[in-house]
């Protein structure tokens, strides 16, 4: 055990956080320094990380946040924590059409890796000794897999029917998780999110693509019509749901995160368009080819960590899009978070 790792078992309670480069990875782990747990945070570093947070987190936090440059398939030994929070994940869906195998290895591969992992610290792990207690694993999911809803909204326990391989991975990973929770022992929990929005999100995904395409006067890419309807939730909501389902939710339950707001594609472009200054018709919107597969609808119901765990969202799409849109006008032009010429992603 090296000094670091020493320092971070006496002191305080410690998250090992995967993907905590990510979009909401990233937005956790600032919560999770604020609040005076010490994380270590393993990514890879792909093309949707944000390689520049680690220089923030490692400046304000010297002394509790480390980093591990890996991949989590690749990962011999776990480093020691109190809970794991499990963001690492491919979720680009266009991308899955294109190759789902590289979904299947991070998704599905990376996950069972992990338990794996945690199977083996019954005891001792490799160098590690282990509090008497294995650590939970929090794992986070997502809305899509259970494909699309026309009406109404899907429950904790309703049964998966993803339409991607994206998604269908992350639903496999889910059934890992359940499997070794019942095999091992594995103290889990697992959350579902319906779509997030906020500062710092890869501009493949539909808000700051509206907003960075809007900002160069680049025309909006919609998937076909843009009817396609979806929940939305602020990241920080998301995050303090996740927050509270670690210290607070039940072992070996499943919390739906879900905020009551609802708007279909074209909604969220004349928003962000309107925010602008810009209308949407012909010149700011391109619709293209639609996606295969597409889901009609999203909705989750999140009666269950309102009513058990006493959380509900506090921000609104238009209350929080002035402010997102700054953001991106302060750092247009960085290489993250930039124009993105492809299609959007729902």
Same mark, same amino acid.
């Given at each position: 055990m090296n000094i670091m790792e020493d320092q971070i078992k006496k002191n305080s309670k410690t998250v090992l956080v995967t993907g905590g480069l990510g979009f909401i990875g990233g937005h956790f782990i600032d919560l999770l320094l604020e609040n005076g747990f010490a994380v270590v945070n393993v990514d890879k570093i792909t093309y949707a990380s944000n390689p520049k947070l680690n220089d923030v987190?490692?400046?304000?936090?010297?002394? &509790?946040?480390?980093?591990?440059? &890996?991949?989590? +398939?690749? #990962?011999?030994?776990?480093?020691?924590?109190?809970?794991?929070?499990?963001?690492?994940?491919?979720?680009?869906?266009?991308?899955s059409i294109i190759d789902g195998?590289?979904?299947?290895?991070?998704? %599905?591969?990376?996950?069972?890796?992990?338990?794996?992992?945690?199977?083996?610290?019954?005891?001792?792990?490799?160098?590690?000794?282990?509090?008497?207690?294995?650590?939970?694993?929090?794992?986070?999911?997502?809305?899509? %897999?259970?494909?699309?809803?026309?009406?109404?909204?899907?429950?904790?326990?309703?049964?998966? +029917?993803?339409?991607?391989?994206?998604?269908?991975? &992350?639903?496999?990973?889910?059934? #890992? %998780? %359940?499997?070794?929770?019942?095999?091992?022992?594995?103290?889990?929990?697992?959350?579902?999110?319906?779509?997030?929005?906020?500062?710092?999100?890869?501009?493949?995904? #539909?808000?700051p693509h509206c907003i960075t395409r809007g900002i160069s006067g680049n025309k909006i890419r919609i998937h076909?019509?843009?009817?396609?309807?979806?929940?939305?939730?602020?990241?920080?909501?998301?995050?303090?749901?996740?927050?509270?389902v670690m210290l607070e939710g039940r072992p070996g339950e499943i919390y739906n995160i879900s905020s009551p707001e609802e708007y279909s594609v074209n909604d969220i472009a004349r928003m962000v368009l309107e925010k602008l200054g810009n209308r949407a018709d012909t010149a700011t919107v391109d619709h293209v080819q639609d996606r295969s597969g597409q889901d009609v609808r999203y909705a989750l119901d999140s009666a269950k960590i309102k009513e058990k765990l006493g959380w509900s969202a506090r921000s609104t799409f238009q209350d929080s899009v002035g402010d997102i849109i700054e953001y991106y006008k302060q750092n247009h032009g960085n290489p993250h978070n930039g124009p993105h010429e492809g299609n959007i992603v729902l």
């Open positions: 987190f490692s400046g304000n936090y010297p002394e &509790k946040y480390r980093f591990i440059k &890996k991949d989590i +398939n690749d #990962l011999e030994e776990l480093p020691y924590a109190d809970y794991i929070v499990h963001f690492a994940a491919e979720s680009h869906v266009d991308n195998m590289v979904f299947t290895r991070s998704n %599905v591969f990376g996950t069972q890796n992990l338990l794996n992992l945690l199977a083996k610290t019954r005891g001792k792990n490799l160098m590690h000794e282990w509090p008497m207690n294995q650590p939970e694993f929090i794992h986070i999911s997502t809305d899509e %897999v259970f494909g699309d809803i026309e009406t109404g909204f899907f429950k904790e326990d309703d049964r998966h +029917n993803p339409s991607n391989p994206y998604a269908a991975s &992350k639903s496999a990973a889910e059934m #890992l %998780v %359940v499997a070794y929770g019942r095999t091992y022992g594995i103290p889990y929990k697992i959350t579902r999110s319906t779509n997030n929005y906020g500062p710092r999100q890869h501009p493949e995904k #539909l808000v076909g019509a843009g009817n396609q309807k979806r929940n939305w939730i602020h990241v920080e909501d998301n995050c303090r749901a996740i927050f509270k």
